[in-house]
Structures are given as C-alpha cells and as structure tokens.
C-alpha cells in the first residue's frame, strides 16, 4: 500500500500539528511534506538556519530558492501553491492528503494548478493522542506554571480583608476577578508560562464555566479559579481548576463541593486503559443524580453538571479524547485528560475542580500535586 504523502502549510505558533511535526515555533506559514523518510520543510531565508539547528530530523529547503526558479519559469508572482507544485512535480507526486484545518484559499488555488487535495478527518497525526514519557514531563512541567499561579491567587485570597458587604479588599482597594488574574497570570509569566483566557469567577458569575469572571469578590461564596497556561519554551499545556471560599462556606456550598470533590474520585477511579471513554463522564453523572443534583434547564438556562468529565492535555488546551456524554472509543496507555466534574446552580454558585490523570493499565495516575480546600 502506497504511503500518503502528507502536506501542511502552516505556522507552529498557532497549529498544533505543525509544532508537533517540527518541535520548534516559527511565526509564519511554511510548507511541510511527508512522504517517505524525513519530512521536508520549506522556510524562508530569515528561519532556514534556525530550522537546520532546531529540527534536525527535517530535510530544510529554501523558500526563496523555489521562488527564484519559479520565476526562471515565468511565474511573476509565485504564492505558496506554485512552491508546493514544483516540489510535487519534482517528487512526482499527483496527489497529496492535508489536515481538515488547511486554507480553503489554498487548497483552492492547488485545485486551480491541478494538484488534487484530500482532507485527513479527524486526527491528522493519531500519536498525538498517546504521549511519550518526554511528553508527560513537558506537560507535568505546565501544571507546575498553572500551580504557581494558583499559589499566588491562593495567597492573594488568603491575605484579603473582609469589607462592607462581603467585599474582598488586597492592600485596602477592592479585590476584583480582573486584579487577581492579573496576579496569577503575572506569576506564571515568571515562571515561564503564558496564561490566557485565565478564570476568576464568583456567586452566580461561576455558573458559566467559561465566564472569565469580571467586578468585586466577595467572601462567603465559592470562587472557581480555572487556569491554562502553556510552556513558552515547550508549547505544551497545563491545566487546573480549584474552589474556594474567602471566609465560611454555608453548608449548602459545602455539600455542593463535598459531592464534586467525591465525583472527582469517581472520575478517577473509573479511567483506566480500554474504557469506553463515557463511561466515567456516567459514572460522575449517575452520582450526582443519585446525590439529589439534576442537570436541567432551568429559568432559561442550564443548571447541573452539563460539560463533559474531562478532555485531553497537550499542544492543546482541548484535544482528543474526550470524556464525556457523546465520547467514543476507549481510552488507552499514553492518553492524558483532565478530570473536572463540577455543578452549578445560580442560587448557590459554581463549584469545579479539576486535576490531569495520565492513563495506565493499572488506571490512572494524578499528574496534579496542588492540594484542595474549600475554606480559607
């Protein structure tokens, strides 16, 4: 069976099949060709030295060199896809599969120059799924920068004074969501992460799980801190989500996080090597349904556990598999995924907690060191 050759044309900053097909950043699109033996990549005068030293398991070619043949050839403005067409014509190669991802224009344009394109659905590399042991320590390293922002927050939340009405007040001006992920985001900068989109939420607001958070804390309500940094120097992504409480915790929040911290365990226990990757998202489900906490719409809006259990953990922050109600295959050796059950009820708040188990045959190891507590 012939091999398929293989085409991106990306940059590595952003795409992550790219980075993991190189292992190095490069800020700007260039060509990347599989066939058989090493890949070829395509790069510009300005990253063609860097290439050479930083992806040495590439054959490095010269974007300006195929251009100036192009131009030999009477092609005035050669683009991308007259590049890869001169390549293909010189590897006589006729047809080539890309990512479901790639350009339209440019998939266009080799349309155009009669270079027949075939989308790869899915997993355009499926060994992205099972990480090796280097790739456990890059992402183990990434939860380390989530921790340190945590920490921080932590540390913030724990020194803050109480005001009138509940407020949180830090150095005696309010504490809102923005100045603590300010902080936090400002730790893992330190330690070598860059943090977006990092989530600060109290009362009602946490309801949303991906409501960043905005305006005054308060204490005696939960706050759910979900943080997502990726390595600057790796790419790879960490991720964790605690709840706290400024203050004492009603025992309607406490019994609401004591039943996800316990569905957590759940989640745990259940994920090992060749299980249908539903079947922990139904197990968490079916306690919290048995513990009284329906998942319904309510009022106009969701209320209950309506997310998945978990997701995977890589050069993305949401990559295959996935753990929830609509998952399919099963969970293998290798996958990384985070387990984060939580509930959400507009008249309590939001509680989440989340940590990232590495799969084994012998089940799941917690790759997550940073402790829980609901009070401080």
């Known amino acids: 069976m012939m091999q398929e050759t293989l085409l991106m044309v990306a940059d590595s900053e952003r795409d992550a099949n790219m980075l993991y097909a190189v292992g190095m ?97 899915g997993n355009f590399f499926p060994d992205r799924e099972i990480k090796s042991a280097a790739e456990v320590r890059k ?60 989530i600060v939420a109290g009362g009602r607001q946490a309801c949303d799980p991906h409501e960043r958070g905005y305006g005054p804390l308060r204490a005696h309500e939960p706050i759910v801190i979900d943080i997502f940094p990726r390595s600057q120097k790796t790419g790879y ?31 745990f226990r259940k994920i090992r090597a060749n299980l249908p990757t539903g079947d922990a998202h139904r197990a968490v489900q079916d306690f919290f349904e048995q513990q009284g906490y329906k998942t319904c719409r309510h009022h106009g809006r969701m209320e209950g556990f309506f997310h998945g259990t978990g997701h995977g953990l890589g050069l993305e922050i949401h990559e295959s598999p996935r753990v929830g109600a609509n998952s399919t295959g099963k969970l293998q050796p290798g996958h990384v995924v985070t387990v984060e059950p939580g509930l ?30 609901l009070e401080i």
């Open 25 to 121: 950043f490069v800020p700007d699109p260039f060509i990347y060709l599989r066939t058989s033996g090493p890949p070829l990549i395509v790069m510009s005068d300005l990253e063609i030295d860097r290439a050479r030293a930083q992806a040495p398991h590439c054959r490095v070619a010269s974007l300006g060199q195929y251009r100036q043949k192009l131009h030999a050839q009477g092609i005035l403005r050669p683009g991308l896809a007259h590049v890869v067409r001169q390549i293909l014509r010189e590897k006589e190669i006729r047809r080539v599969t890309v990512p479901d991802n790639f350009p339209l224009g440019l998939a266009t344009d080799l349309k155009k120059l009669g270079v027949p394109v075939k989308a790869r659905p």
């Open 139 to 198: 992402i183990s390293a990434a939860l380390v920068m989530a921790e340190v922002g945590m920490a921080e927050g932590m540390q913030v939340l724990h020194t803050a004074k109480i005001g009138r009405d509940r407020k949180l007040l830090y150095h005696n001006v309010p504490l809102t969501s923005e100045k603590l992920r300010a902080v936090i985001d400002c730790a893992i900068l330190q330690a070598c992460g860059l943090a977006a989109n990092t």
């Open 237 to 267: 992504f960490g991720d964790i989500t605690r709840t706290v409480v400024r203050g004492r915790a009603s025992e309607t929040v406490r019994r609401l996080y004591d039943t996800v911290y316990q569905g957590q365990k759940i989640g």
């Open 344 to 373: 959400y009820y507009p008249e309590i708040g939001g509680v989440r907690l989340e940590d990232v188990a590495l799969v084994t045959n012998n089940g799941a190891r917690n790759l997550t060191r940073f402790e829980k507590v």
